[in-house]
């Protein structure tokens, strides 16, 4: 039997085919969130530049970058025009190589994980996003893997701000999100980063989120003219003055339009390649509509906020991400829809055994059901 990664990088291959078919190139970039322990020495500073070298040496498109809690960094992709493909190995890669080259400047323990427990301490005072009280309280810290997904014409030009596409697929997502949280949820500690702010009075301090939600400032973010913290998307600054103000800025938020699927959880358990299937399989589903000029006509009225499952497994509060997943079949169906539809054509050769999307579900399945009482389930065969 092929392995998870072998079957899931033969269905990307198939969906970016069927994708260039339709006159359109994917793109999708991912943000990772870690923290590290330092060397017990207080005089300890972690070097990025050195760190960004080394990736740059190992062919991986993204930079390591320092992020809010004491002792996070965040791995952020490039944008180089990168394949969904190619972005997928360039995240694998990234997960299995950046634990050694923070080793190498004496990091002790690098936590590529949903929760970094007890991570920082400290508490915001009232209304403010960046003035800390005297109370040192432990705050538990959640990691997150961002996927950020757009699609461009034969013009290389960014569709996701025209005639509805952004918005029908924002709503792509928030409809398959629910049933496929095992692929972004991957480990029991995910659902525990859900309950961080509500279970520990974080609120204030932690601002990842806990369902699937629309908007802009939602879990499942459209960033068009406003971000997530309704900033300008797209400035640009093109001059300075003295004291390094900007005084003259130019805004292009066509070029970085896109969807932001906020859900992920940072693990070791996180497959890059299933999660690429799962965001190219709602673009293909917006794309479909897009060429008919349907995405206005299939908008719904505003959906209210989707709750997430408490567990991987079934719980007294409903089914868990595992039998969610078991039980739908847009995954699956879809990637065998493609297939099917590639195989008609003469000219284009389909990749993989047939009925690809049944094997890759069952292969993701299988990895759950080796030993049922796992709480840590590890993508990597």
Same mark, same amino acid.
């Given at each position: 039997m092929q392995s998870c990664n072998a079957l899931a990088r033969k269905a990307i291959i198939i969906i970016q085919e069927y994708i260039a078919q339709l006159g359109f190139r994917p793109s999708i970039h991912f943000e990772l969130e870690g923290c590290y322990q330092p060397p017990r020495n207080s005089h300890f500073c972690l070097s990025y530049s050195l760190i960004n070298q080394q990736l740059q040496y190992l062919g991986i498109d993204g930079e390591l970058v320092p992020e809010y809690w004491r002792n996070q960094w965040e791995y952020v992709s490039k944008f180089n025009r990168q394949s969904p493909l190619e972005e997928a190995t360039n995240l694998t890669r990234a997960i299995a190589?950046? =634990?050694?080259?923070l080793s190498h400047q004496g990091v002790e323990h690098t936590l590529i994980k949903p929760v970094v427990w007890s991570? !920082?301490?400290?508490?915001?005072?009232?209304?403010?996003?960046?003035? %800390? *009280?005297?109370?040192?309280?432990? @705050?538990?810290?959640?990691n997150a893997i961002q996927m950020n997904v757009s699609?461009? &014409?034969?013009? &290389? /030009?960014?569709?996701? =701000? &025209?005639?509805?596409?952004?918005?029908?697929?924002?709503q792509c997502f928030m409809q398959t999100s629910l049933a496929c949280s095992l692929l972004y949820l991957p480990e029991e500690e995910a659902f525990e980063r859900l309950t961080l702010k509500e279970r520990y009075g974080l609120a204030q301090?932690?601002?990842?989120?806990?369902?699937?939600?629309?908007?802009?400032?939602?879990?499942?973010?459209?960033?068009?003219? @406003?971000g997530k913290h309704?900033?300008?998307?797209? /400035?640009? =600054?093109?001059?300075?003055?003295? %004291?390094?103000? @900007?005084? @003259?800025s130019k805004v292009d938020w066509i070029k970085t339009a896109r969807i932001e699927h906020r859900l992920g959880a940072s693990s070791l358990d996180y497959n890059a390649y299933v999660n690429v299937v799962y965001g190219l399989l709602n673009v293909v589903d917006a794309l479909e509509a897009y060429a008919t000029d349907s995405c /206005?006509?299939?908008? *719904?009225? /505003?959906?209210?906020?989707?709750?997430l499952p408490e567990s991987l497994y079934d *719980?007294?509060?409903?089914?868990?991400?595992?039998?969610?997943?078991?039980?739908?079949h847009w995954f699956d169906y879809s990637i065998n829809t493609i297939q099917e539809k590639l195989s008609m054509n003469d000219n284009v050769r389909?990749?993989?055994? !047939? &009925?690809l999307g049944t094997k890759l579900k069952q292969a993701i399945i299988a990895l759950y059901q080796q030993d049922k009482l796992l709480t840590s389930v590890h993508y990597n065969n």
């Open positions: 190589n950046i =634990p050694s080259l991570g !920082d301490q400290g508490k915001l005072a009232e209304g403010s996003g960046h003035i %800390f *009280t005297d109370d040192n309280r432990a @705050v538990h810290i959640p699609a461009m &014409n034969q013009y &290389n /030009e960014n569709i996701i =701000p &025209n005639n509805y596409f952004g918005e029908f697929l924002q301090e932690l601002c990842s989120p806990v369902d699937i939600s629309g908007g802009h400032q939602g879990s499942i973010a459209l960033y068009k003219k @406003v309704n900033q300008k998307m797209g /400035e640009q =600054p093109l001059l300075f003055n003295e %004291f390094n103000d @900007v005084i @003259v /206005e006509l299939l908008l *719904t009225r /505003e959906q209210s906020t989707i709750k *719980t007294s509060g409903g089914f868990g991400a595992i039998s969610l997943f078991k039980q739908d389909a990749y993989g055994p !047939d &009925n």
